[in-house]
């Protein structure tokens, strides 16, 4: 998500993609943890790093939507 494609955006519309990015980060965190903690099931090394990689991205978004919400508020 660029910063320029959100520039465009209402305050409503980028608090809606605020919500539904921070849903999405604790879903994820949830499948990992689930995913993570079976025993007796082979799991691949890059699941983790998958896992972590699609983390960070989502931070790095929401991160981002907060930082445009705050300069929509000033």
Not at 30 to 53: A, C, M, N, W
Request: hydrophobic share 30%.
């Amino acid at each position: 998500m660029e910063k320029e494609k959100l520039q465009d955006k209402s305050q409503e519309e980028l608090e809606d993609l605020l919500a539904k990015n921070k849903e999405k980060y604790q879903e994820v965190e949830e499948e990992k943890q689930f995913v993570l903690s079976q025993s007796g099931r082979h799991i691949p090394g890059t699941l983790r790093r998958d896992y972590k990689i699609e983390l960070n991205q989502l931070a790095e978004k929401i991160e981002l939507l907060e930082e445009m919400l705050a300069a929509k508020k000033n």
